[in-house]
């Protein structure tokens, strides 16, 4: 039933943008923390920046001040907007929603994933 799809991912030369988007299905969308991650080739997979329920928002110092996490809570969707790209941007860029169970471990719901390719 949950589902998250994302949109948004492509190829562009260094100092141009993109805007990454997340459509979350199956009731979850507005309770819940949620991110984006990242995984270049070779590395682990890095929060980027994040989001909590209140809209509250936070990002990795590497992309401060370039890219902005922002959700709409009536069409269900997050975004990334990433601004003045840089070649170690490169990476597939994931939606990460976290459900808070009572008197359960967390549970993680992931996007497929779409590639960002930023060219020097």
């Known amino acids: 039933q949950v589902q998250l799809v994302e949109s948004g991912g492509g190829l562009v030369q260094a100092g141009g943008s993109l805007r990454l988007s997340c459509t979350v299905s199956?009731?979850?969308?507005?309770?819940?923390?949620m991110g984006w991650y990242r995984q270049a080739p070779g590395n682990e997979r890095e929060l980027v920046a994040r989001?909590?329920?209140?809209?509250?928002?936070d990002c990795e110092d590497s992309v401060k001040g370039r890219f902005t996490i922002s959700k709409d809570n009536a069409k269900n969707t997050m975004y990334l907007q990433m601004n003045s790209l840089k070649p170690e941007d490169t990476a597939v860029y994931y939606c990460?929603?976290?459900?808070?169970?009572?008197?359960?471990?967390?549970?993680?719901?992931w996007g497929q994933g779409t590639q960002v390719t930023v060219s020097s």
């Open positions: 199956g009731g979850i969308f507005s309770r819940n923390a």
């Open positions: 990460n929603v976290r459900r808070l169970l009572v008197g359960l471990p967390s549970r993680d719901y």
């Open positions: 989001i909590n329920s209140g809209g509250l928002t």
